[in-house]
């Protein structure tokens, strides 16, 4: 059974500080890894999605590397903003099913 | 272009009663599943369906029943509501059948059970 262990749960930094977010998974037979917001009461909002085959994917601020080998992955985010304050999900797709880590729960401090 | 659309957003229920989540999607996705999220358990993957007649069961598919009549509705249904189905329900859609896509969620339904 796939197990994906996201570290630290939670993190708070002062806004301008770059975030590393770490995500770990154990099957590494995957098609895809994904990776979420969540804002409080809110549903999940798509942020990146590695294919198995990629290394890593770029969006604005954010970028997300994909070490299948190893079972890892790690979400930066540069220049944090307040804006960013909310929990960041990942998922591993093994064809029909998403496995998801529990979240890292990121605060900014303004 | 509306993405994945729930209904309703907050429900209550009394133990033994029965209902339906709504989840329709506009944007022709093949592949529908229902997840439920609790706290310090993550998200769950419910039932899943890859096309219209075509489901199949997740991780934890008790109490729950689903059809896929059409591509763009996939409604759950709780037979006798139970407490321990108090929770956030999420539906959620990609494009293709298999594993390659990327993953649109609704906002979410607010399930209490008492």
């Known amino acids: 059974k796939q197990e994906v262990t996201q570290i630290p749960a939670a993190l708070s930094v002062p806004e301008g500080e770059n975030l590393v977010l770490n995500c770990s998974f154990t099957?590494?037979?995957?098609?895809?890894l994904q990776w979420f917001r969540q804002d409080p009461g809110k549903g999940l909002t798509s942020l990146l999605l590695?294919?198995?085959?990629?290394r890593e994917q770029t969006s604005g601020r954010l970028n997300a590397s994909l070490d299948k080998s190893s079972g890892r992955s790690t979400l930066y985010i540069a220049a944090s903003q307040p804006g960013d304050s909310a929990t960041y999900l990942c998922?591993?797709?093994?064809?029909?099913?998403?496995?998801f880590g529990a979240g890292t729960t990121v605060t900014v401090r303004a | 272009n509306a993405g994945v659309t729930q209904t309703p957003k907050f429900q209550v229920l009394k133990t033994g009663q029965s209902m339906t989540l709504q989840c329709a999607q506009d944007?022709?996705?093949?592949?529908m599943s229902w997840y439920r999220q609790d706290p310090g358990m993550g998200l769950r993957l419910i039932h899943y369906?890859?096309?219209?007649?075509?489901?199949d069961q997740g991780e934890v598919p008790n109490g729950y029943n689903v059809s896929r009549s059409t591509t763009e509705d996939f409604p759950l249904r709780l037979l006798s509501a139970a407490p321990s189905q108090t929770s956030v329900y999420f539906c959620?859609?990609?494009?293709?059948?298999?594993?390659?896509?990327?993953?649109?969620f609704g906002e979410g339904s607010r399930l209490t059970v008492l």
């Open positions: 959620a859609s990609r494009r293709d059948r298999g594993g390659t896509g990327e993953l649109f």
């Open positions: 099957d590494s037979a995957i098609y895809n």
């Open positions: 590695i294919q198995s085959s990629q």
């Open positions: 998922a591993v797709s093994d064809d029909y099913k998403l496995s």
């Open positions: 944007m022709n996705h093949e592949y």
């Open positions: 369906s890859v096309g219209a007649g075509i489901t």
